[in-house]
């Protein structure tokens, strides 16, 4: 039985949240501008020496490997340490976690640190449930099917749920498998529409459980997707009709979204 | 009676000024492209082996908190020596001032290095103060007027230009308080247009004295944003919007903006 | 006679090259954008810890002093190294090198360690050549055809190609040159278009020769920055319709634009 997404999106926008980012810089613009037309509310500040203090403002936390500055390096195990003991939701996106040692080893260390849900690409999944090495750059050589194991595997071990982005993003806590079917091709030609699923994902999670949470920031972005598609002329136009459809989707169109059981 | 604003305009445009700014990396796309649009340049070199060199180049100095890396912790102070020794104008932004005590640190020994203008929120300019603690992260809880009080005493203690940003900007010596009436909701939905604001005024110190570079500097992004409302959808297509609109808008559009003493 | 520059962006699409990128960081969001709508993909690690590791995934390499962060700073040399070991080309945006020590003793030291392409603007060039100091920020002071004897000097004595960004873009190896009638003026009014310049030469430099890439890359965007002004109503909505364009354009497009031998 489907799960209803449009309370969620209600509570977002009628409590905005306080979104912690540690993530890669390159993103940081459509994270934020996503965050803010979706109703929620942007921080990012990394550092070792604030991030953990400020993120006591915060209604969830996303780590996103990212770009990894020295910075983040610092910064993301204490903040995390600092939102766990909060009880507050945070969320891990382990970024090209397959391809280079220190992410690698950061990543499969935050795991174990009871993320409320990791959301990756099928390639970054596998890697760290690690059933193989994997990914080109931040880009996925696995598909979605393929990471389906390693995905229920990574549910299980840490208690936690797992987004998988592809043509279809599946969700699941370990047990239940939903499939969440919307999004358009030129999601994967704008920089950063990964990190901003992250984003959506922890503002949800401050007012959902983390699995609906991670339903709702799927079907949110994936049908955002499909109504800028029809209004752009390329992926410049589509970036900046993404950011206009986040605002103006209702949560009805969020709701009718088609998630299935796998 | 009202400042002519006009002038500012014309003098920013006819001799553009190299604006350094020192800043949060979230927001350095939209302060650089709209310094481009207004006229200006941009330079946004941060770290302590490069910024006091490279400042000597630029014609006023924006100092943002922002993230507050550590390359802009260690850069921040000497640079603005730097501008200070030079007798260049220099523009502080205490972002978030109020819920970190790192960066409270910092902006409250900048604050006394004679900045030309003080640009803030309420919450920020209230916390700067001393007054009060607040913000929640980036935004403000504190309404404009009642900052005002603590926006003339910063004014009349280090004898700067005080900017308050809110539904009407305030703009106070310590002695004079003008209100700037311009700007859009759509301003507060888009990452950084604080910081623009700031950049702006930074740009207009180069070329008048401070308290009229920041009442042509909030008037220019308030009518922009005006203007840029009525084409927008959403607020992707306003960000683009507002970039053209700092272009398109005449100086005599920016003098048009009403100003009136409190 | 006119070398054919249209199988140039077929291959950049039919094999989308790995560019990573070293770069400044308010540019790093549309040289993303700019490499994706291309055809190609961009992967922006930057630090000591990984951005050697990372670079074995690449095609190309891009090395951009842009903002010079610590971590860039740290991790440009053994990135370059190892580029340069595996037989990648890598390209040199040697931005703003005369207008601070740190910068210009990096850029004359990577300089020696054979690049593909440098790609600068005229007065970049010249300082790099040793020939004078001077730029104003980012910003060019001299004139492309002031910089073609400094272009050809440096191409010469490392055996790289030169491209010098202006109202006619250069290319030369030392012996030939070539001009590139394209662009507009709006393309100075958006920031980090000099920095795409550059990310585009490096992708394009994966599947041609050098010189080919060059005048590939130059013509690409040249001639994106003149449809995409035919659509815009300022430097913003130029932003978004230069990156739509990047995609949009055929490589018969590209071919059409005038390359002259000088």
Redesign the interface.
């Known amino acids: 039985m489907p799960t209803d997404l449009a309370p969620v999106v209600d509570a977002v926008r009628a409590h905005p949240p306080?979104v912690h980012c540690l993530m890669?810089?390159?993103s940081?613009?459509?994270v934020?501008?996503g965050l803010?037309?979706a109703g929620a509310?942007?921080?990012?500040?990394?550092?070792r020496?604030?991030a953990p203090?400020?993120d006591a403002?915060?209604d969830a936390l996303l780590i996103n490997l990212g770009?990894?500055?020295?910075?983040a390096?610092a910064g993301i195990p204490p903040t995390v340490d600092v939102a766990r003991a909060a009880g507050r939701p945070w969320v891990l996106d382990p970024t090209?976690v397959g391809?280079?040692?220190?992410?690698a080893r950061l990543a499969r260390e935050l795991v174990t640190r009871a993320p409320a849900v990791v959301r990756g690409n099928a390639s970054e999944v596998v890697a760290l449930a690690g059933s193989g090495a994997g990914g080109?750059?931040?880009?996925a050589v696995h598909g979605v099917q393929d990471a389906l194991g390693a995905a229920r595997s990574l549910a299980q071990t840490h208690g936690c749920v797992v987004a998988v982005s592809g043509d279809v993003d599946l969700v699941t806590d370990g047990d239940r498998v939903v499939g969440v079917r919307a999004g358009h091709p030129l999601l994967t030609?704008?920089?950063?529409t990964g990190c901003l699923l992250g984003g959506l994902v922890a503002a949800c999670c401050a007012v959902a459980p983390p699995f609906e949470a991670a339903l709702a920031a799927s079907a949110w972005l994936g049908a955002a997707g499909e109504r800028a598609a029809a209004q752009?002329?390329?992926?410049?136009?589509f970036?900046?009709?993404?950011?206009?459809?986040?605002?103006?989707l209702t949560a009805a169109d969020v709701a009718a979204v088609r998630c299935e059981e796998q």
Chains 1, 2, 3 share one sequence.
């Open positions: 306080l890669a810089t390159v940081m613009g459509i934020a501008d803010l037309a509310r942007p921080m990012m500040t990394e550092t020496a604030e203090t400020m403002l915060a770009t990894l500055s020295t910075d390096m090209a391809v280079a040692p220190v992410r080109r750059g931040a880009d030609r704008v920089t950063g752009a002329s390329g992926p410049g136009s970036r900046a009709a993404l950011i206009d459809t986040l605002d103006t």
